[in-house]
């Protein structure tokens, strides 16, 4: 299961919401009309794009294609094959089929953080009709939805064209091997080692390891790391394979608390544990019981030298916590983007964020020096492009890296609609919700807010739909908001009328 699921959801405001379940198993949907007021709301201009960052200190952004997907364990679709070797972890995920995920992973997320892309060639891949659909379009019980192409490009053509990327879709994961262009992704991926990645895939994923991050000199909390001994050959040993969990949670079963667990190669906070209370350890052991044998199936010969079976145990700092964005260029130059206000969900999971564009000219002084400690470390180990730092503050007034996300992030694209929101609409507060579950169509979101579209306080970045339901009859949504407000009060409204409509699981 996907660690990018940590988004799917998370966001919670309220107990209002309905399940997944219900919410496609009630009432079919009224007729759908063909009113839609995506033509009436404003194109968005972006402050920069990736093509233009690309493009700084001799780069060439037109020697590189966006490739993006977010990875999984199991094979959502036929245009993606499984990474085996870029395994990732998350024991916290809630548990979805993989028709639904297949429309986060590969649809709305990818869609959202391509959002950014500029006039850059941007590959998404293909989704498999789902089995609903299959027997719908077979019986025709109901009219047919767009496809994840159609709901694509339409999310594009709200931005200006001059900042629209050049969407392509993946068919088969072998043609983006064989192009000439240099490779861009979120994260590596099997397929693309030796096919002209951009940046050194083993290097890539060996800095997304927080592992990585607890044994580097840079300024973080105290990290206990606790390595598997284990290789690979030696898996398959159930005795010693048991005996080895044992070791490695022997740690968590007797430190005093409060303190916090990690897993090394997790996304959007899915593999972090907060362990303040007795009860919240245990499921923490429990958790990572069930979640070690995956790990340790996960070790392969060709990545056990990179130690991904491992546990890291941090010290608690107290506070919140900022995400910093900032793009690393081609000769190494670190390019402040903006700093955002992360929100927890009720399972201390990344649901969003809050951006004050006001304050950002001070925050990037506020972070100077460490944003350029960070990008000196990051270029001389291969990295460049765009990434987030999540940084706290502890009591002695130390800036300490909490997590380094050695890619584009969520919060990322928000810092880039400061034109947009603040400039030309003098809105000073921005937000994100990505991905957020609706049942129904982009039409019928766009009735409900259509007040917002059109002023431009409401911005669809990623949209991608499906049927579910006894015979395919209902149509959901997962969605990606950009969001603006006159001040915090008012966008804390927006968040919740959005919450309200929210199907979760």
Known sequence: MSACLQHFLGFSLNNQSRSLDSAISGKPTSKEENTSVDNMAPQVELTTTLKDLYALDGGNSDDIALVYAFPNQSQLATSLPISRKYAYQGPRTLKFTTDTIARICLGCLPQYYGFAAGQMDLYLFDLDKTKMEIMNHA?????PIPGPRVDAGRV????????RPNLRFVEDHQTVAALEKKKATITPMDFLDGNSPLVDQDAHWDLLSKRTLALSDLPSPPTEVIDSVLRANQVSDEKLLGSEIDRMLARIQTRALPFVVKLPLGLGGHAVFMVDEEDKRQNCLS???AELPSMFQSLTPE?????????????????PSDGVSI?????????????????LDHRNQWSGGFMDYTRQEARGEQYHDLIQTIADYVYKRGYYGP?????MTDEQGRQLVVDMNIRQTGSYTLGLMKKHFYEQRGL???GLVCPLAVRGDRDQFERRFAKEIEDGSIVIAAWCRARAGPGALFVWSA???LLGARDREQMEALMQRLDSIAIRK
């Open 428 to 430: 000073p507060i921005g």
């Open 139 to 143: 019986i025709s019980w109901t009219k």
């Open 156 to 163: 594009y053509s709200g931005l200006q064209e001059s900042q």
């Open 303 to 319: 990545n056990e030298a990179k130690t991904p079976v491992s546990l890291l145990v941090q010290d608690v700092v107290p506070g």
């Open 327 to 343: 793009f690393i260029t081609k000769a190494g130059r670190a390019v402040y983007i903006s700093t955002s206000e992360q929100i």
């Open 387 to 391: 990434m987030g730092i999540d940084v």
């Open 287 to 289: 958790l990572l019981r």
């Open 479 to 481: 969605c990606g908001l």
